[in-house]
Structure formats: C-alpha cells, structure tokens
C-alpha cells in the first residue's frame, strides 16, 4: 500500500481508503461487514470513512464493534465522520450548528468506542449557520482532543476560502481536506476545487470514484441481478448508452497495462497531486483485494491522452 500526506498535513493516511456509505450497517451483514474490513486492513488500508447518516449510526456502531473485536490498535487507523444531515425529527438535529456539531461527534464516539475522531467532515455547507460559528465548534473539539483534523465535503471552492478565511481571522485550525465526488466522469471539481485546495494545502479525497460501480466494467453488457443498479434507480443516469460506450472503449485499455477497468478508474483519479486517497465499497472481500492493486500505479502520458481522448468523445 502507498501512503499521502493529507494535503500539507503531517497525517498519512492510504492512497485506497474504505467507505461505508451504502454498506454497512445496512446493506452487507455484519459477518461480510468484519471479513471486508479485515481485508482492507491486511492490505495496509489505514483509512475508514464514516457519516452519522450512514445507515443513521449503525454503520459507525457496526465498525466500532468490529475494530474492538478485531483487536485493532485505535492509533494504527485513522477514521472519520460527518455531520450535517438531519438525524431526527428534532429542530436542531441537522445543520451545522454549535449544537448539533458538539452532539453529532459525541455520539459518533460513543456509537464508534473511542475517544476521538482522526478526521471531521462538514458534510454539506449550512447557509443558516454563520461560518464563524462553524469554525469556532470545531476548534473547540480539536482543543478538547476530540477531533484532530477537521474538513469539508461538497463544498464549492467560495465556500472552502470562507471556511479557510473565517479560521485565519479567528485564529482557529483550518480545514486541511475536502472530499468531493470525482471520477472518470464526473469532473466538476478539476475547474475551481482542485486550485483552492492546492492553494491552501488542503487534501482532497475522492468519492465515488468509480461512478457507483458503472467504471469498474460490470454494466457494459447489462444490469446483473445482485447489482446496486438493480436495486436502485437513481443510478439509470450514469447508465446511458453514451456513457456505456465510454466505460467499454477504457477496457481494452486497462487490459494492455494489466489492470481491470476498476484498477484503472482509481489510478485514474490518483494521478492528481491534490488526491489524498480515493474511498471503495467493498461488499465482497474480492472488491477489496482487486482494488488495493490500484496504490502505486502511475499511468504513462500516452495513456492519459488517449483515456483524454475517450472521455471527451474525440
């Protein structure tokens, strides 16, 4: 496994991290949960992204159970969780206020066992919540040692320099990473995103970058029956017989450099510098141990004209 800098942080974290949005504590069972998961971490993943949305808790409950009893050391990982969804039908129990970041990582450590998190995800910018508010809560919690880095996710670049302003003028910790949606194809954060976070040192992490499983290949010759496609229908966007062509011409590609269309996707996203990890589901050990072999792959420059080309539709 290769290892990045959080942007100009000293934290290293794995270039393939393991996600759980869609998976646990849901989706997959706990068993399949705990093999997956002791997968990734045989294979040197340091990385576990989390949300209080995911699964409403039991996806941070779920892990936190399967760490404990994995025997893990908690200072070998680094994890994180989100707050802004809402969680209840209570008023205040969404958004990013002072209120509901202090009690969305509070309950994220006792549901996860520990007694902080590694990274702390804005998970949507708040209009109703002035930024400094914002930032003041989180530098609390990272004074108090609850949370030792601090994000945001979705954000536009304006909102990322607010953020990064409104730290600087307080004297407070600036958000040191932003994870963002970016694959093959999907690229709206190369235009205005990538530049802030490469101004202000912060690393990205990328989501999704296999486009829900439509790059890894499995859709070109139809929808299989055990299948996230299958089971939803918001992913008939992506299905397009455009977007399709694109997924079949990449194959032969990756072929020729002894990668699956999956492995490919990922080093696809890693060639950027601003990249500190891509996160994969996994809802089989083999989506594990196929997608750990995109770390250290560079793509040579001929290679990356012609996949240029494909997705342009030149």
Not at 37 to 50: C, Q, T
Not at 103 to 119: A, F, I, K, P, W
Not at 286 to 302: E, F, M, Q, R, Y
């Amino acid at each position: 496994m290769h290892y990045r800098k959080l942007g100009n942080s000293g934290l290293k974290i794995s270039e393939i991290a393991l996600g759980a949005w869609l998976t646990y504590g849901d989706a997959v069972e706990e068993d399949l949960t705990r093999d997956c998961i002791a997968a990734a971490l045989e294979h040197g993943v340091n990385f576990i992204d989390l949300a209080d949305i995911y699964a409403y808790g039991e996806a941070e409950r779920l892990v936190g159970k399967i760490i404990k009893d994995l025997g893990v050391r908690r200072q070998d990982l680094v994890i994180s969780s989100k707050a802004w969804w809402r969680m209840s039908d209570a008023i205040n129990d969404a958004g990013l206020s002072r209120k509901h970041i202090m009690e969305s990582v509070h309950n994220s450590l006792r549901r996860l066992g520990t007694d902080y998190l590694d990274l702390f995800f804005c998970h949507r910018y708040d209009p109703e919540t002035p930024i400094e508010e914002v930032v003041r809560a989180i530098d609390d919690l990272i004074h108090q040692g609850k949370v030792l880095y601090w994000g945001t996710s979705m954000w536009s670049a304006a909102q990322i320099e607010e953020a990064v302003g409104a730290a600087q003028a307080l004297r407070a910790y600036t958000p040191r990473t932003e994870q963002a949606r970016y694959n093959m194809l999907d690229r709206a954060i190369e235009a205005e995103v990538l530049p802030v976070a490469a101004k202000h040192g912060i690393g990205v992490i990328a989501y999704s970058p296999l486009a829900f499983g439509v790059l890894s290949g499995k859709y070109n010759d139809g929808i299989p029956g055990d299948s996230r496609a299958a089971r939803v229908t918001w992913l008939d966007m992506d299905l397009t017989e455009e977007t399709l062509n694109k997924v079949r011409a990449l194959a032969p590609i990756a072929a020729d450099l002894g990668l699956t269309s999956a492995q490919l996707a990922l080093a696809w996203v890693l060639r950027r510098p601003e990249i500190s990890a891509v996160i994969t589901g996994a809802s089989k050990v083999s989506h594990i141990v196929s997608n750990v072999k995109a770390t250290g792959v560079v793509l040579p420059p001929d290679v990356l004209e012609t996949i240029e080309a494909i997705l342009s539709g030149d």
